[in-house]
C-alpha cells in the first residue's frame, strides 16, 4: 500500500531531497517517462532511450544548468518554508496559551518580575560600575587618582583626598601624563539673601576640561588662564540640566553674569548633556578652584600640605603603561613630600584607579545586589520549570498523538521553543515594562547621589534583558518541555499516565534548588537588615536625632574674616533666643563633615601611642556646642562661657584618648601641648563618650576639643549646631528667617538634620537592606507560588490514589501528608543547602555588613524559619483539599 | 533555433509552460506532452530548455514544484501555478494576444507583406 495519499491528507511530505539529488532525479525520471512513451509510440527500445537523450537537448549541460538553478530555488523555498513555518508555530503557540489563560499567566508573571529585577538592576549596575562617565574621550586612559599612606608599618588603604601642592607635584614633576587636573566637590550659595539657592559646584583645575576631552555644548570651557592661582577669573560652566531648569536654556546665556558665592561669575559655556564630570555624581556647574579657594578654603590651602581635601584626576599617555604611569606618580609625590614631618605622605603610593572603578561601596553593593537579581532569576526559572513540568504531563497525549502521526521530533521541539520564547518574550516585556516604572524608584530611593542621565531602560539593557530571556525560556521552558517529547507513545495512547519515573524526582530537585536559593536570599535580606538596625542602634557620641548643623558660606561671599566671626557670634546669641532650642555653639569642622589634624606633646611622655584610626584630630568649638552636639561629658565638666580668651586653656578629650595616653590614672588635671611651639599647656577639663570623626565604620582614634576663642590665632567657624527641643527639620525655616533678619545679604543658609548626614554614610547598608528585602521578598513570593504550584498539582494527579486511600479509610490528615510530604521535603533539604550555600559564599560579604558576622547564627535561624514556615503554609493551602477528595468522585472519574 | 530569436522564445515558453499548469499540477514530462500536443509539435524546443523554463518560473514564484507521487507510484516533481503566477499568466496572455494580434494585423496581407519584402531588398 502506498503512504502517498495519507501522506498527501496530512500535509506531511517526505523528507526533501538535496538540490543536487532532487536535479538528477527529475531528469532520470522524465528520460525513463519519455522512452516509455517513445516505445509506447511504436520505437525500439534502444532507440527509443536515444531519442529520449536526443530530444532533451544537451543532457549534461542542461543538467548543470539546472543543478544551479536548483540550488538557488532551493535556497529561497527554504528560507520562505522557515518562515511560514515560524508564523504557524507562534499561532499555535499563541493558540495553546490562550487556552491556558491561568498557566500563560503564573508563568508571564513569574518571568515578568524576575526579568523586570534583574533589567533594572542590571540599569543600575551599568551606570555605577560599567559604563565610563559620559563625554569623556578615550576614557581608559584617564585615571583617579588615590594615594596610600604610610601608617608606621604599612600602607594604608588607598583614598583619594591629597592636598593642592600634592596636586602640583603631580602636574609638574611627571613625564607620563598628558594631563593632570584636580577637582573638589563644594556646595555654593547662588545668589544672596532670601532668594539665595545651594548648588552643587565641581571646582577645578585648568586642564580639567582639556583632560577630559570634552566640547562645550555652548561656548568654552576655561582654561588654565582662567584657573591660574591664585585667584583666578570669575567665570562658570553651567551643567545641562541646571541651564535648563535654573535659565529656561537660555542660549544667550553666554557672558551673562550671575551670583555665585556673593560674587558676580560669568557663564563661558554649557556642559554637554550628561557630563557630570570625571565621575557621575550630579553637578550644576563648574567655577576655577582658585576662583572660589582663597575664601572657602583660607589663605593657605595653596601651600598647605596638611589640607587634603582634593581629588586629582590623570590622563596617561598613550604608549605608556598604567604601572609606569603609576611608578612615575608615585615617585614625584614622594619627591614633593620629602621635607614633611609627617611620614605618612612621605612614603605615599599613588595607585591609578580607572573612571569606572568607583570602588564605592554602593558601587559593590549595586553589584551584589545585581547578583541577587540573577538568584531571583534562578529561582523565578526553577518554578516555570515545574509549571512547564506539570502542563507538560497534561499535554502528553496531545504530543503523542502528533508523533504518532510522524511529526518528527525535531519539528516539535521547534514548536516547543517557539512557545517557551513567546512566553519569555512576553514576560520581558512585561519586566521590562516594570523595570521602567521600578527603576525610576529604585533610582531615587536607594540610589541617590548618581546623576542618571537616561532612561532606566537603555539598549544595553535591553540587550542584556535580550539575552536572560532567551536563557530563561531555554532553561525553563525548553528543557522541562522536551521531556515530554519523550515518552511512551503506546502507553500515552492507550489512555494510561505514560508519565516517566523521573519527573517527580526532578520537580523535588527543582524544588528544592528553588528553596535553597531562596534562603540565601533570605539570609542576605537578613544579614542586611541585621547591619542597618547595628548602624542605627551605633553610639556616635553626638545625638543626631535632635541636631542640625547651620552653614552660610560668608567667607566665599566676601566677607573679611573678623566679620564671619562676628556674625557667627551674634548669630550664637540670636538663635539661642529661638523657641524651641535647647543649646547652640559655633565649631570649625563637625563630626562626618570635616576635621583638623594637630601634633600633640604630652609632658613626660615622648611619643603618643598609635592608633589604627591615627590622629590626635582635634575640633574647635564654642562653649555650647558640647551640648548642641549632644555630646555626653562622662567624667570632670565641660565647656562653660567663663573659659574664654585669656583664661587658662583648657581641653576636653574623648574616653579612648583619655585611657590610651594616661591609661592607669584619671585624665582629669593633666595637660598637653597642641599647635604651634610656645603655647599653653591645655588642661583636660572634661572627658567626653568616643565621637565618631567621619563616618560609621572607624578604627580607633585619638581626639579632643578646644575651644575656637582659645587659640593662638583664631579662626572663624564654619557651623553652628543647633540642639532643638522637638524635631529638629521643623526648626529649619525659623533659624533660616532668624540669621537672615541678622543679616539680609547672607548667602544660602544651609541647614542641615545631622540625621540626614549620618544617613548618606548609612547609604550603602540602607540600600543593601531595603533591596536585598524587596529582592528575599520576591523570591519568598515566587518560591511560594511554585510550592504551593506542585502540591497542588500532585493533589489533582493523585486524586485517584487518594480516593482509594480514603476509601480505604484513611484519615484526612493521613492524606494531607501523602500530598504535602515531598514538597516540605524538598523544602527543607533547599534551606539547608541554602545555608551551606551561604556559609560558603559569606565570606566574600562581610566586608559590606556592618559589624554583622556573614554567618551570624540568629540571622541564619530566622531565614530557615522563615522558609521552612513559608514552605509549610504554601504547601497546606492546597494540600488541604487533599483531605476533601470524595472517594467515589475520584474513583468514577478518568 | 536562431539565437536572435531567444528571448521571444523564452518569453513566450514561459507563458506556454504556465498556461500548461493552469487545469492541475504536472510533471515536466507531462508538461512537454501538454505543449507538443497543444501546439501540434509545431513549437520545436528541447526538453531541456522547458525545465530551465521551470527553473526561471519557480524563482520568480510564479510556480511552485513539489515531489509528489505518480499514478504508476513513482517519485516525480510535480509543478502548480502560485497565486502570482496566476496573475502574471493572465496579464502577459492579454499582452501576448494584443500583440501578436498587433503583429498579425500589420502583416496579414499579402499585398503589405510583398511591398515591405520589396523596400527591404
Request: charged share 20%.
Amino acid at each position: 500500500m502506498s503512504w502517498g495519499p495519507i501522506r498527501r491528507l496530512f500535509l506531511l511530505a517526505g523528507r526533501e531531497p538535496s538540490a543536487a539529488q532532487s536535479t538528477d532525479a527529475e531528469v532520470e525520471f522524465h528520460l525513463s517517462e519519455t522512452t516509455a512513451w517513445l516505445i509506447e509510440q511504436g520505437w525500439k527500445p534502444d532507440q527509443a532511450c536515444e531519442e529520449a537523450r536526443r530530444q532533451f537537448g544537451d543532457v549534461e549541460r542542461f543538467r548543470k544548468e539546472l543543478g544551479m538553478a536548483d540550488e538557488r530555488v532551493q535556497r529561497v523555498t527554504k528560507r520562505g518554508e522557515w518562515w511560514g513555518e515560524l508564523t504557524r508555530d507562534l499561532r499555535y503557540a499563541v493558540r495553546g496559551l490562550r487556552r491556558a489563560p491561568a498557566y500563560a499567566f503564573v508563568v508571564i508573571a513569574t518571568l515578568g518580575l524576575a526579568l523586570g529585577a534583574n533589567a533594572t538592576m542590571f540599569g543600575i549596575l551599568d551606570r555605577l560600575l560599567l559604563r565610563p562617565p559620559a563625554h569623556v574621550v578615550e576614557p581608559a586612559s584617564v585615571k583617579r587618582v588615590v594615594v596610600a599612606r604610610w601608617f608606621e608599618t604599612h600602607l594604608s588603604a588607598p583614598w583619594s583626598a591629597i592636598s593642592y601642592p600634592g596636586f602640583t607635584d603631580l602636574r609638574d614633576g611627571t613625564t607620563s601624563f598628558a594631563g593632570v587636573a584636580a577637582t573638589v566637590k563644594a556646595s555654593l550659595s547662588l545668589g544672596i539673601g532670601i532668594e539665595a539657592k545651594r548648588v552643587r559646584a565641581e571646582l577645578t583645575t585648568g586642564q580639567y576640561f582639556p583632560m577630559l576631552g570634552t566640547e562645550a555644548a555652548l561656548g568654552r570651557f576655561y582654561g588654565e588662564a582662567e584657573a591660574a592661582p591664585p585667584d583666578g577669573a570669575a567665570v562658570v560652566v553651567l551643567s545641562y540640566p541646571f541651564w535648563q531648569a535654573a535659565f529656561a536654556a537660555d542660549h544667550a546665556i553666554i557672558g551673562r553674569t550671575i551670583r555665585l558665592a556673593g560674587r558676580a561669575f560669568t557663564v563661558v559655556a554649557v556642559a554637554p548633556k550628561g557630563f557630570t564630570g570625571a565621575d557621575t555624581e550630579p553637578i550644576d556647574l563648574w567655577v576655577p578652584l582658585p576662583a572660589v579657594g582663597r575664601s572657602a578654603y583660607g589663605r593657605d590651602y595653596l601651600t598647605g600640605r596638611n589640607w587634603q581635601f582634593i581629588e586629582a584626576f590623570m590622563r596617561v599617555k598613550p604608549g605608556v603603561t598604567d604601572e609606569r604611569a603609576a611608578a612615575d606618580a608615585t615617585l614625584a609625590y614622594q619627591r614633593g613630600h620629602a621635607n614633611e614631618p609627617r611620614v605618612a605622605d612621605q612614603k605615599g603610593a599613588v595607585y591609578l584607579r580607572s573612571l569606572s572603578d568607583r570602588g564605592s561601596d554602593t558601587a559593590r553593593i549595586a553589584f551584589w545586589l545585581y547578583g541577587v537579581t540573577v538568584i531571583v532569576l534562578l529561582i523565578a526559572c526553577a518554578n516555570v520549570a515545574n509549571v512547564v513540568l506539570a502542563r507538560g504531563l497534561l499535554r502528553q497525549s496531545e504530543i503523542a498523538v502528533r508523533q504518532a502521526l510522524g511529526v518528527r521530533r525535531g519539528r516539535l521541539v521547534r514548536q516547543l521553543l517557539v512557545e517557551s520564547l513567546v512566553l519569555g518574550a512576553l514576560g520581558a516585556l512585561l519586566g521590562v515594562g516594570l523595570s521602567q516604572w521600578a527603576g525610576d524608584l529604585v533610582r531615587a530611593l536607594v540610589f541617590p547621589g548618581t546623576a542618571w542621565d537616561a532612561a532606566p531602560v537603555n539598549g544595553r539593557v535591553l540587550l542584556v534583558t535580550a539575552a536572560a530571556t532567551l536563557f530563561t525560556a531555554v532553561v525553563a521552558a525548553l528543557l522541562p518541555m522536551l521531556r515530554t517529547t519523550r515518552t511512551d507513545l503506546a502507553a500515552q495512547l492507550h489512555g494510561g499516565r505514560g508519565t516517566s519515573r523521573q519527573a517527580p524526582a526532578l520537580r523535588f530537585g527543582l524544588l528544592a534548588v528553588q528553596t535553597a536559593l531562596c534562603t540565601a536570599l533570605v539570609v542576605g535580606a537578613g544579614l542586611f537588615v541585621k547591619s542597618l538596625t547595628r548602624v542605627r542602634g551605633l553610639d556616635l557620641g553626638i545625638d543626631v536625632s535632635r541636631t542640625l548643623l547651620v552653614s552660610s558660606d560668608l567667607l566665599a561671599a566676601g566677607t573679611p574674616e573678623p566679620g564671619v566671626r562676628a556674625f557667627f557670634e551674634r548669630a550664637v546669641a540670636r538663635l539661642r533666643l529661638l523657641p524651641g532650642v535647647e543649646s547652640v555653639g559655633a565649631s570649625i569642622g563637625a563630626p562626618f563633615m570635616s576635621n583638623y589634624a594637630e601634633g600633640v606633646q604630652v609632658p613626660g611622655n615622648d611619643s603618643l601611642p598609635r592608633l589604627a584610626g591615627g590622629g590626635p584630630y582635634f575640633f574647635q568649638v564654642s562653649p555650647g556646642a558640647v551640648e548642641g552636639f549632644g555630646m555626653r561629658v562622662l567624667r570632670g565638666r565641660s565647656f562653660a562661657e567663663t573659659d574664654r580668651q585669656g583664661t587658662a586653656p583648657v581641653v576636653l578629650v574623648t574616653e579612648r584618648m583619655a585611657r590610651t595616653l594616661w591609661p592607669n590614672e584619671s585624665a582629669l588635671g593633666k595637660c598637653f601641648f597642641s599647635g604651634p611651639k610656645g603655647g599653653p599647656c591645655r588642661e583636660v577639663v572634661g572627658v567626653v563618650a568616643d565621637v565618631h570623626r567621619q563616618g560609621l565604620d572607624e578604627e580607633p582614634f585619638l581626639l579632643y576639643f578646644t575651644l575656637i576663642d582659645q587659640r593662638e590665632k583664631p579662626r572663624f567657624p564654619d557651623y553652628i549646631v543647633v540642639r532643638t527641643a522637638g524635631p529638629p527639620e521643623e526648626l529649619a525655616e525659623s533659624i533660616r528667617r532668624a540669621l537672615l533678619s541678622e543679616r539680609a545679604d547672607l548667602p544660602f543658609v544651609e541647614v542641615m538634620s545631622y540625621q540626614r548626614v549620618v544617613n548618606s554614610s548609612a547609604q550603602s547598608w540602607r540600600a543593601g537592606a531595603t533591596m536585598f528585602t524587596v529582592f528575599g521578598g520576591l523570591s519568598l513570593l515566587i518560591a511560594a507560588i511554585g510550592v504551593g504550584g506542585v502540591v497542588s498539582f500532585a493533589v489533582s494527579q493523585r486524586a485517584k490514589e487518594l480516593g482509594i486511600r480514603a476509601a480505604l479509610g484513611a484519615a484526612p490528615g493521613q492524606l494531607v501528608r501523602v500530598v504535602v510530604s515531598s514538597a516540605v521535603g524538598a523544602a527543607l533539604l533547599g534551606a539547608a543547602i541554602g545555608i551551606a550555600f551561604v556559609l560558603l559564599l559569606s565570606p566574600r560579604m562581610e566586608s559590606l555588613l556592618f559589624h554583622t558576622s556573614a554567618t551570624d547564627p540568629t540571622v541564619l535561624v530566622a531565614a530557615l524559619a522563615t522558609v521552612i514556615a513559608l514552605a509549610l503554609v504554601a504547601s497546606l493551602v492546597p494540600g488541604r483539599r487533599a483531605a476533601q477528595v470524595d472517594p467515589i468522585q475520584a474513583l468514577r472519574s478518568d | 533555433m536562431p539565437g536572435a530569436d531567444l528571448d521571444l522564445m523564452r518569453g513566450t515558453l514561459d507563458l506556454l509552460v504556465m498556461r500548461a499548469v493552469v487545469p492541475k499540477p504536472l510533471h515536466g514530462f507531462g508538461i512537454v506532452r501538454w505543449i507538443r500536443q497543444a501546439t501540434q509539435d509545431d513549437i520545436k524546443v528541447e526538453d531541456g530548455a522547458l525545465y530551465l523554463s521551470l527553473r526561471r518560473l519557480e524563482e520568480r514564484k510564479l510556480v511552485r514544484g513539489s515531489w509528489g507521487i505518480t499514478e504508476n507510484n513513482r517519485r516525480a516533481r510535480y509543478y502548480e501555478l502560485t497565486a502570482s503566477g496566476r496573475e502574471t499568466l493572465a496579464r502577459d496572455t492579454a499582452t501576448w494576444t494584443a500583440y501578436a494580434a498587433a503583429v498579425f494585423r500589420v502583416l496579414k496581407s499579402q499585398r503589405e507583406a510583398i511591398r515591405l519584402l520589396e523596400q527591404l531588398t
